[in-house]
């Protein structure tokens, strides 16, 4: 068995955490229910299609708990022995797109279908199927390109990650000018989470929450401070070094980061 690599792109999704990705509003939990049998938790099927870069990493994620039965489709055969030499699973050396090859696999029964080629018209394909055919009850797919996004959404995805958006996302983060960081984005609601620092110049140290004239569409969620956090209560007090956790659309709360960052001299 080879070493078990981390999932960072998908790990939060998988433990149904919604941030940077494109979520189908069903209202209902990501995984689905598995019923338990005598003696024990009935495994989870789940369904691979790609072994790449991506695909690799949530073999080697899932397969570290015995939880998890996995099926894995991939075309190179390069990959398919990569896989085998490493990870417990059905391997199955084909073009995960086809109808009869998602039959062989077994699709209708599985619990969980992850999308993974670094194809979009096989991952738009595959999804299509899963959902039209096969009825899996979650879909995760792999967006290569934005503009990949909303065909997967359409076609049944449940959630779509695209990790050109999570890329951008750090990179903004690190170019931003108004010393915050992006904790969640939401394109479709236009929602930020932001993180921001009270430097010790702030104009607004000393001040009561309930005296800071925030934007209509802005909330401070969490104010941490001495490796601890605090609720916003309407007398909580600012601080320098104060982590503000911000909520609200994306122009709301560049202008929140702004005033919280803002100092007398400004």
């Known amino acids: 068995m080879g070493k078990i690599l981390s999932a960072p792109i998908v ?6 955490t919604e941030a940077y990705y494109s979520v189908r509003p069903t209202g209902l939990q990501l995984l689905p229910n ?3 049998k005598k003696g024990g938790k009935q495994p989870m099927r789940t369904l691979i299609v790609g072994a790449g ?3 690799m990493h949530l073999i080697g994620y899932l397969s570290s708990s015995d939880e998890n039965q996995l099926t894995v489709i991939e075309k190179e055969g390069e990959r398919c022995k990569d896989v085998a030499d490493k990870y417990d699973a059905i391997i199955l050396n084909e073009d995960g797109s086809k109808l009869d090859i998602l039959k062989k696999a077994d699709a209708s029964q599985a619990d969980l279908l992850l999308v993974a080629t670094d194809d ?5 394909a595959t999804t299509r199927a899963a959902k039209k055919e096969f009825g899996i009850p979650r879909v995760i797919a792999v967006a290569n390109s934005p503009k990949s996004k909303t065909r997967l959404m359409q076609a049944g995805a449940d959630v779509v990650i695209c990790p050109v958006d999570l890329a951008l996302r750090d990179f903004e983060n690190v170019l931003s000018k108004d010393h915050s960081i992006t904790l969640m984005y939401r394109s479709a609601e236009n929602l ?4 921001a620092v009270i430097p010790l ?3 607004l140290i000393g001040k009561k929450i309930h005296e800071i004239q925030l934007p209509e569409k802005c909330r401070v969620g969490l104010v941490c401070r001495d490796n601890g956090f605090v609720f916003p209560e309407p007398e909580l007090e600012l601080k320098s070094g104060d982590k503000v956790l911000l909520l609200g ?7 929140t980061v702004e005033l919280l960052r ?3 001299s400004a």
């Open 53 to 55: 870069r991506i695909g």
């Open 201 to 203: 110049n702030a104009s």
């Open 11 to 16: 790990l939060d999704v998988l433990s149904g």
């Open 262 to 264: 803002s100092s007398e």
């Open 34 to 36: 598995i019923s338990r």
């Open 249 to 255: 659309d994306a122009p709301s709360v560049a202008r």
């Open 192 to 195: 930020r989470v932001a993180e």
């Open 120 to 124: 979009d018209r096989v991952n738009l």
